[in-house]
């Protein structure tokens, strides 16, 4: 065996190793689903069964969990998602020190533990506006930091903008309002959706955060560790599951639509491209040929 | 419909940099008005004073009579086209040009009219629903032309808009702006580096250098007679012949140069002892077998170029001074031998003296 | 500001402003302060806030030093989290050099895929994975004795079963931005370090490695940082016997009913994830720019 194909295996065992690590825990997991067993586990494999899926849907406190989910999600993305724009927007016309002592601001949730953020969240709204622990508190802790995470997508497309596009609206009369409206926004659009898509993925996934300021209410998150804690059983696989199955179709449609628009973005550039290079067939300008009415 | 612009000392700092410098200039309604230097010397300062996305740190600008100052890019009767076009990407051609008649509440029957107008007027009348970036070059020129007529500005302003564009479909658009200009009666401000945009397209010219404006007048005006060292070396070839005054007088001033005592047109007044350069266009110098002529200048021909219609021949004398010399290829011109002597004459008329840049 | 002004007129950017100053003040800047202060001052009964006894102090910060079992289990949160950390940038780094510069073009689309659908899936369910495995009747156990290895079933929970499960969980925040860093290494000049006649370790030692310094410094701190704020994992990884610093801090608040205590361990723990982004900077000599792309 030679140096080069000894090198080769290496790598396939890595990769076969490392993959493995990353998709065989998820797939016993799947698998447990289906095993007649009480307790969630393959093995050993008792018999298959569809079961867990009823037991599943029978349980109230998971569908009461599911909703306060989606509740505070919908709470995130309206906060989040306009904080994000906001925030982006107004560090893409800053410039020099202030920027970046604000952007260190901005990003340093994403920085901090989330548990930190959610005791500092539920101390402050506590004592200065007395409000305890509940779905509102908790939107607002998840706001905190999502909205940094809206805000590096929008920045990020806002460097790809062609800000000669608002003075151009602008300076066809359009007021300021207006060109946000139908120019800066229109071209943001994509962004405003990945960022409510993340910012959905955010909240519904978020545990650390959430624990100090649920209160009394229940995330699914919240729901799911504490069900393995206490009263674990397949149909916590099932719900597992499903949400695994949901994260990846939406993952995979994320990708997709991603890269597609990147590739558009490609195309249309070598278009601009080609052209340059080309010049084009100068048609007799007509104007010049039409007699003057003025 | 078309205004005048008036600029009454108009100054741009930022910060400790003066971008543009006590400029004093009336745009007459009606008129194709180019600002023409080089990169870095203003003018896109000035358009964008005019247009509104920047207040002049000094000074007034007035259109139609109406003082500017505090008024907004979007309240002043102008419209400005973007070197880079900027027309919407994510809207069609005929959204693009009605876009500043949709913001002015136009409605949208009389919306479609203007634009199918508009799209006749740029001979462009089938792209109305196309997308922008589906449209050549040349086309998008056009659109965005039609674009910044839909809002009827009493004043257009340009910037370099057909700097993107290949040389061929650059002369056909000079044509065309200029036509189109003419048809509307719209004020046009015209800013480039291109001299012979501005020499071929404008009523007048402004030329600009470092912030400040050297000269006024159309375009004849600026290459026969200018009047600063800079003018006369940016528009157009000239030799340059630097040396001090010796005599001047009845409108003429003698130079002591490196080639000798040449004489030349003295418009400046410049006196006995002042530095000073003559300037004489290419096509201006003869070949002189007989020697009669004021003003003789000795070289000898390093090599020539031949373009068709023109000979330029490149020459070297007192020292390593180069002289290029136009003339018509008539098949009677000198053959301009490398390593010849030539014998170089030019009429005192044809030549100006000017006081170096920087010691107006 | 000016500029601000001028890009979008007065009425969005008073709302910008507006909206960032919320967040930045309301949401960032002050419950911190506040947390800050809470942890300065005694746990008094609601009536006597405010009153001779409401002093600053530093005891919140001494309970700490006084209790061993809580300092014990601060120790074992830092060193475990940098093993953590230690550990998945071992197992990140070929993976992320494979992806950024061996790997063939056409298939990095379905790698990266593959990596990043793990990735969006919930923490606590990738946990609840790695919890089956290690239940005491589950797959490993049965494997291990089915093969011969052990001959009865073990209690894996306890602070291996943590680490292993924190590597887990983090280890896409490693891969992406030290795969981001060696991508824009320029092919060529590993090529030329081999040219040369390095060796492939002399050539990752000093061409790669100092290249995706700052990949890995963001990697490190993402990692180390959610390592030592994680709560799921030791949850549900961890035995009666491995507890993590944050399952102390929560005790204070919901078991203690001690949140000025709570808040003083709190902030000691983002004293420490901001001291470890200070020594990550010191160590891969980045500069905060570099780290908050």
Redesign the interface.
């Known amino acids: 065996m030679t140096a080069e194909r000894f090198r080769r295996l290496l790598v396939t065992v890595y990769l076969v190793l490392f993959f493995g690590y990353l998709f065989i825990p998820l797939g016993i997991m799947a698998a447990a689903t289906f095993n007649t067993s009480r307790f969630p586990t393959v093995t050993p494999w008792l018999g298959f069964t569809l079961d867990w899926f009823r037991v599943l849907y029978e349980d109230h406190r998971m569908w009461q969990a599911l909703g306060t989910s989606l509740v505070v999600a919908a709470g995130v993305i309206a906060v989040a998602v306009p904080t994000g724009l906001a925030a982006a927007l107004l560090l893409d016309r800053l410039h020099s020190r202030a920027r970046t002592f604000l952007y260190a601001l901005m990003v340093s949730p994403l920085l901090t533990p989330g548990v930190i953020i959610g005791i500092s969240t539920l101390i402050f709204w506590r004592t200065w506006f007395d409000l305890s622990g509940g779905i509102v508190l908790t939107v607002i802790a998840q706001s905190s930091f999502i909205a940094a995470y809206a805000m590096l997508l929008f920045l990020a497309r806002l460097q790809r903008f062609d800000p000669t596009l608002e003075e151009a609206a602008l300076d066809l009369g359009a007021t300021h309002l207006q060109v946000f409206r139908r120019i800066t926004l229109p071209f943001l659009m994509p962004a405003v959706l990945s960022a409510a898509f993340i910012a959905f993925l955010q909240s519904f996934e978020n545990y650390n955060t959430t624990l100090f300021v649920r209160g009394l209410d229940t995330t699914l998150t919240v729901y799911i560790a504490s069900k393995v804690r206490t009263g674990l059983t397949p149909a916590v696989n099932a719900l597992s599951l499903i949400l695994i199955a949901l994260t990846i179709a939406g993952a995979v449609t994320y990708e997709v639509l991603r890269r597609r628009d990147a590739r558009r973005a490609l195309a249309e550039q070598a278009r601009a491209e080609r052209e340059e290079a080309s010049g084009d067939g100068a048609p007799v300008p007509a104007a010049a040929r039409v007699p003057a009415r003025a | 419909m078309s205004q005048d612009v008036a600029l009454d000392h108009v100054t741009m700092r930022f910060g400790s940099v003066t971008a543009v410098r006590d400029v004093s200039l009336t745009i007459a309604a009606g008129e194709f008005f180019s600002f023409l230097g080089p990169s870095g010397c203003g003018k896109t300062t000035i358009l964008r004073m005019i247009?509104?996305?920047m207040e002049p740190s000094d000074g007034r600008i007035r259109i139609g009579g109406r003082d500017m100052r505090g008024i907004?890019?979007?309240?002043r009767p102008?419209?400005?086209i973007?070197q880079?076009l900027?027309?919407?990407?994510?809207m069609t051609v005929a959204d693009n040009i009605a876009?500043?008649l949709e913001?002015?509440g136009v409605a949208a029957a009389d919306r479609r009219r203007r634009v199918r107008e508009l799209l006749e007027?740029?001979?462009l009348p089938e792209v109305a629903d196309k997308k922008v970036?589906e449209l050549?070059?040349?086309?998008r020129q056009r659109i965005a032309i039609a674009?910044?007529l839909?809002?009827e500005p009493a004043v257009l302003l340009l910037d370099e808009p057909l700097s993107?564009?290949?040389l061929?479909?650059r002369q056909?658009?000079r044509?065309?702006l200029?036509?189109?200009q003419?048809?509307?009666?719209v004020t046009f401000v015209y800013i480039t580096h291109d001299q012979g945009e501005a020499l071929t397209m404008s009523d007048r010219i402004g030329v600009m250098s470092r912030g400040v404006l050297e000269q006024v007048g159309d375009g004849q005006t600026v290459y026969d007679d200018p009047a600063t060292a800079f003018v006369a070396s940016f528009v157009g070839e000239a030799n340059r012949f630097p040396g001090t005054v010796l005599d001047a007088a009845d409108g003429r001033a003698a130079v002591d140069t490196p080639f000798g005592r040449l004489l030349g047109r003295n418009p400046r007044g410049l006196k006995a002892g002042d530095r000073a350069i003559l300037f004489v266009r290419p096509e201006r110098l003869a070949v002189a077998p007989d020697g009669t002529a004021d003003n003789r200048v000795e070289a000898r021909v390093s090599h020539r170029d031949f373009e068709g219609a023109f000979v330029n021949a490149f020459l070297t004398g007192a020292g390593d001074r180069r002289i290029v010399v136009q003339m018509p290829h008539l098949g009677s011109e000198p053959a301009f031998v490398p390593g010849a002597a030539a014998t170089l004459t030019f009429r005192p008329a044809d030549a100006v003296v000017l006081p170096p840049d920087g010691e107006a | 500001m000016t500029g601000v002004l001028h890009r979008y007129g007065p009425v969005l950017t008073g709302f910008i402003v507006l909206v960032v100053a919320l967040w930045v003040v309301m949401l960032v800047v002050l419950p911190q302060i506040l947390m800050i202060d809470f942890s300065l001052r005694p746990m008094l009964p609601p009536s006597r806030v405010g009153g001779p006894e409401d002093v600053y102090t530093l005891a919140n910060y001494m309970t700490l030093w006084t209790n061993t079992i809580h300092l014990g289990i601060f120790v074992k949160t830092i060193w475990a989290s940098a093993l953590v950390t230690a550990v998945t940038l071992a197992v990140c780094y070929p993976m992320a050099f494979y992806l950024a510069q061996v790997a063939p073009k056409r298939r990095l689309p379905t790698f990266m895929m593959l990596l990043v659908i793990p990735f969006w899936i919930n923490e606590i369910l990738r946990t609840f994975a790695w919890y089956i495995i290690l239940a005491y009747s589950g797959p490993l156990n049965n494997l291990l004795v089915g093969i011969g290895i052990l001959d009865a079933p073990v209690r894996f929970q306890g602070d291996g079963s943590v680490i292993l499960g924190m590597v887990y969980a983090y280890i896409l925040f490693m891969v992406f931005p030290v795969y981001n860093a060696i991508e824009s290494l320029d092919r060529h000049q590993i090529e030329a370090a081999r040219d040369l006649g390095a060796g492939w370790l002399r050539i990752h030692w000093r061409i790669v490695l100092p290249h995706a310094r700052p990949g890995i410094a963001v990697g490190c701190i993402m990692t180390f940082m959610l390592a030592a704020g994680s709560y799921a994992v030791p949850l549900l990884l961890g035995g009666p016997q491995s507890r993590w610093f944050t399952e102390v801090i929560y005790n204070w608040f919901f078991e203690g009913g001690n949140w000025n205590q709570g808040a003083a361990y709190a902030f000691i723990l983002l004293v420490l994830c901001i001291g470890f982004i200070l020594l990550m900077m010191r160590l891969f000599r980045v500069g905060l720019t570099d780290i908050a792309k």
């Open positions: 247009s509104g996305f907004g890019p979007n309240k102008t419209a400005l973007f880079n900027a027309l919407f990407p994510l876009f500043g913001v002015r007027l740029v001979a970036t050549s070059g040349g086309q674009r910044a839909a809002v993107a564009l290949d061929k479909l056909h658009m044509a065309e200029r036509a189109i003419r048809r509307t009666g």
